[in-house]
């Protein structure tokens, strides 16, 4: 059993009179089944994206709570102490299954992350809170802080440049600061109230907002180049291919062709929006508030309408344009969306705020920060990766009727198919050493092939 639950479970014990722990039961599965957490006759009914190896039913809870406390065989405080043991064990639970894709986690900043960014390599995360005055760097494999770099205030934005060569910070009332990378020297700072920015692709201009409007600055030495009078700007960004740029004001969007300068695309989103981001082709514009809305940028046609956050707070396109990302608060606090149809892929439901969020270059993993102060990496269940040191060895009986396939050094509680000449898919979760095992039997004799995420292995 998970040690969160273990710890739970014993605390839980620890308040529960014998007569009542007798009839405590703990069940441990491994079968594919919905979790139950029985409090009030399954209060919670536990989706199937979050089954896993860890299957609790506490029976009689409901029954023995309402005829001890009316018989007063248990004073009220101990049912209260009770009471919240479950809740944390529940919480505790949904945590194990929810973090089953998580690589690294760390508490670089100790306050709540609102700026996230992946430098362009993907070897770098770059992290800043609202509460304190510097931003953490971290190494993208392993998430250990390699060092920090001092600003006048918070940080609201942050963005590598696209060579890789500065990062770039921006927060309320404090300006735009620039570093140079490795050594994190500070090289100009641009006054600016509003706290965003963008970086142009190919990494000559920095627009921001400024008065009415939206300033340019050369990125090599931070000059001013040139102002548009759009109005008031309170975020932008530049479209991947840089021909576009948007802009933001309330609960409109704007896109603007960078070349003269003409708005070409007004966008209306109903509520206040609170995140922006362009496709990988450019072709589509993500707008966030209380949900989120796809636009095409060709002719400004809603192409779809997300729902599934109490509010969203920050989205990100995969780098090949089939995936959105966006954290938000609550009810999840985290979703992976399928744009080919609109389906999500996966939730988590952490009870936090997510903040920032950013894909990985590659597609494979994406970053993002909780209201918490954490900073997570976590694997794109989509991406059919295993990992890169993974291994696969398969085995067959002497006639070849029994197939068995042994996955190590994956990622830890993650979620793998394993395809038996390319049908029969059978979708197991590594353990906690990234292992899994799979056997076919009843197969036809002979030499067969088995495939789980980028492997491949076959047997005589």
């Not at 985290?334 to 705020?353: K, M």
């Not at 009986?397 to 509680?413: C, F, I, M, P, S």
Request: charged content about 20%; some cysteine; hydrophobic content about 40%.
């Amino acid at each position: 059993m998970n040690p969160a639950l273990q710890w739970v479970f014993s605390l839980f014990r620890s308040f529960v009179p014998p007569a009542i722990d007798s009839q405590l039961a703990i069940r441990v599965d491994t079968v594919a089944a919905d979790i139950r957490f029985s409090l009030m006759r399954s209060l919670v009914a536990w989706p199937p994206e979050r089954r896993g190896r860890d299957f609790v039913v506490l029976r009689g809870v409901t029954h023995m709570f309402r005829t001890n406390r009316q018989e007063r065989r248990i004073p009220v405080a101990r049912l209260i102490i009770m009471a919240a043991a479950c809740g944390c064990a529940m919480s505790a639970l949904a945590w194990a299954q929810g973090n089953r894709e998580v690589i690294w986690k760390a508490d670089a900043l100790g306050q709540p992350v609102v700026a996230l960014d992946i430098s362009p390599d993907g070897t770098l995360v770059a992290a800043g809170s609202i509460r304190r005055r510097h931003l953490a760097l971290l190494r993208m494999e392993d998430g250990a802080q390699l060092g920090r770099f001092r600003m006048g205030g918070n940080a609201r934005v942050l963005q590598f440049s696209p060579d890789g060569a500065l990062l770039a910070a921006a927060g309320s009332f404090v300006g735009i600061t620039v570093w140079r990378l490795p050594d994190r020297v500070p090289i100009y700072t641009i006054p600016a109230a509003a706290g965003s920015f963008s970086i142009s692709p190919d990494g000559e201009l920095l627009a921001a907002p400024g008065g009415d409007g939206v300033n340019f600055y050369r990125v090599s030495d931070g000059s001013l180049v040139g102002t548009w009078n759009t109005g008031s700007v309170t975020s932008l960004t530049y479209s991947p291919d840089g021909a576009l740029l948007a802009t933001v004001t309330g609960a409109s969007a704007k896109v603007w062709r960078v070349s003269d300068g003409v708005l070409l695309r007004t966008l209306s989103h109903g509520n206040a929006i609170t995140a922006i981001a362009f496709s990988p082709d450019s072709l589509v514009l993500g707008t966030a508030g209380r949900e989120v809305k796809l636009w095409g940028v060709a002719d400004g046609a809603l192409l779809a309408t997300l729902r599934g956050h109490f509010s969203t707070n920050c989205l990100s396109f995969s780098p090949d344009g089939q995936y959105l990302v966006t954290g938000g608060r609550l009810d999840p606090d985290l979703i992976l969306w399928n744009l080919e149809d609109g389906s999500r892929v996966r939730t988590s439901d952490r009870e936090r705020t997510v903040n920032s969020i950013q894909f990985a270059p590659d597609g494979k993993a994406f970053a993002f920060g909780h209201a918490n102060g954490n900073i997570f990496l976590a694997r794109n269940p989509a991406s059919g990766d295993c990992k890169p040191v993974a291994d696969l060895s398969v085995t067959c009986n002497d006639d070849g009727t029994e197939v068995t396939a042994e996955l190590k050094q994956a990622y830890r509680n993650s979620i793998v198919t394993f395809t038996l000449d390319g049908d029969n898919p059978m979708e197991v979760m590594t353990d906690p050493d990234g292992r899994a095992t799979v056997t076919y039997t009843g197969v036809a004799p002979g030499a067969h092939r088995v495939n789980v995420c980028h492997l491949q292995d076959e047997c005589p």
